[in-house]
C-alpha cells in the first residue's frame, strides 16, 4: 500500500488540498484532525478542564468515532451525530489542540488511523502523520504559510460560511495554536527529516494544487 503522508501548520490549507489529491490519485483520503476536532467538540459539551488529562482520558471510553463517505465527502459521526459542520468552528479547533496535546489521546486514534493505511493507499494530513503515525510513509510533505497568510485564508473561509470574524482574533488564536502544537510533549508539530517542505505564501489554491500533484506524481513514477 502506498502512504502519503502530509503534515503542517493549522490554516495551511491541509484539509482541502489533500481531499481533492486523494479524489486525483484515487486514495483513500483520511481528516485526521476531523478526529480530533471530534474529541475535542465531545470535551467542550462534556464541559471538562481540556488541559487536564485525568479528567479527559476517562471520557474516552464513552465516545464512539466513525468516517464515511457521503456522495464522494468525508463526515465525521460523533456517537451517530453528524458533526462534521460543527467541528469547522474555530473554538472547536482550539478545543482540538488542547485534546491533542495528551498521550492517550493520541494512543486512542492512532491504531485506527495505522489500521486504515495498512488497507488501503492513503493520503492523510494532520500535525504527525509523517513524524509518528505513519514513520515510513513513501511521500511526506510538510505544507506551511505564513501566520498571516493563513489567518487572512482562514477568515475568508468563515465569513463565506456567514460566521462573524475578526482578522486580528484569528490571527492570535493561530499564533496560540502554532505554539501548542509545536511545543506539546506528545508528537509536537515538527518537519520530519525525509519530509518535502512547501511553502504556499502567496499562491492561491489551484497553484499550490498543480504544485503537489506534480511532486507526488514524480514521486510515484
Known sequence: MIQIAIDGPSGAGKSSLARRLAGELGFLYVDTGALYRAIGLYMMRAGVEMTDPAQVLPQLKKLQLELRYIDGAQ???????????EIRREPVS???????????????????????????NV????????????PDAQIKIFLTASAEE??????LELQQKGQKVDY??????????????????????????????????????????????????????
Open 75 to 85: 463526515h465525521v459521526f460523533l456517537n451517530g451525530e453528524d458533526v462534521s459542520e
Open 94 to 120: 482550539m478545543a482540538a489542540s488542547k485534546v491533542s496535546a495528551h498521550q492517550g489521546v493520541r494512543d486512542f486514534l492512532t491504531e485506527t488511523q495505522r489500521e486504515i493505511a495498512r488497507k488501503n
Open 123 to 134: 493520503l492523510m494530513d494532520g500535525r504527525d502523520i509523517g513524524t509518528v503515525i505513519l
Open 150 to 155: 493563513r489567518a487572512r485564508r482562514r477568515t
Open 168 to 221: 486580528e482574533e484569528v490571527l492570535e488564536d493561530i499564533r496560540r495554536r502554532d505554539y501548542d502544537d509545536s511545543h506539546r510533549a506528545a508528537a509536537p508539530l515538527r518537519q520530519a527529516e525525509d519530509a518535502v517542505l512547501v511553502d504556499t505564501t502567496g499562491d492561491d489554491f489551484e497553484t499550490v494544487f498543480q504544485k503537489l500533484c506534480a511532486l507526488i506524481r514524480g514521486r510515484l513514477a
